[in-house]
């Protein structure tokens, strides 16, 4: 990785981080409930920077949350774990999804956006359920897959959606696409984001 590239994955690590902080404290539904967008970096980081910087970036996104959720939550140390390996998923498949559909690279980017993202909770969220269903009730007595379905699945969808059309209004948004190729991502990508533009 160079600097660029570094300092991008730093950034939307952070990005991630203050967003949950922001979202924790707004969105209380219920003790140990949230909202949480911080996934929100991690679809920006794996749709502009591809798989590996997704998979990293949604790693460093799910620090907080898993400190939150995990030790100060009901997760203790497994969230701790569990969360930034979800998070990072995300972000993994979010970048692959976008290479398969050359999102940034043509007209329809910003429409593709919208399922793209919901696409790339699917891992995620089956990852999530194997969590709550299977992991929390062997390593800490806790859990079970009825938090997932009543809780945990229906807020997290509703996140998701809300997040798919900020990824549709930024795929779409000449200012920020010209933002993130001048200053961390690379020729080629910069150069598909402009012929978009450009048709």
């Known amino acids: 990785m160079d600097a660029k590239t570094v300092a991008f994955t730093l950034m939307m690590g952070a990005l991630g981080n203050l ?12 003790p140990g409930v949230a909202l949480d967008f911080s996934l929100l970096a991690a679809f920006i980081a794996g749709f502009y920077g591809g798989p590996m910087i997704g998979l990293f970036s949604g790693l460093l996104v799910g620090i907080l949350p898993g400190i939150m959720f995990g030790p100060m939550g009901m997760g203790s140390w497994l969230g701790l774990v569990g969360l930034p390996l979800g998070k990072g998923l995300t972000g993994l498949t979010a970048g692959i999804l976008a290479r ?10 910003s429409l593709l956006a919208v399922p793209t993202t919901l696409l790339a909770y699917v891992p995620e969220c089956l990852y999530t359920y194997a969590y709550f269903a299977f992991l929390m009730p062997f390593f800490l007595g806790s859990g079970g897959a009825a938090v997932f379905i009543y809780y945990i699945l229906p807020k997290a969808l509703a996140e998701v959606v809300i997040m798919s059309f900020f990824m549709a209004a930024l795929m779409g948004n000449s200012g920020f696409n010209n933002f993130l190729s001048r200053f961390f991502l690379t020729p080629s990508v910069h150069a598909g984001i402009k012929a978009s533009e450009a048709k």
């Open 100 to 109: 398969a559909l050359s999102l940034g690279r043509n007209r329809y980017s």
């Open 19 to 30: 967003l949950f902080a922001v979202s924790y404290h707004v969105g209380q539904l219920a």
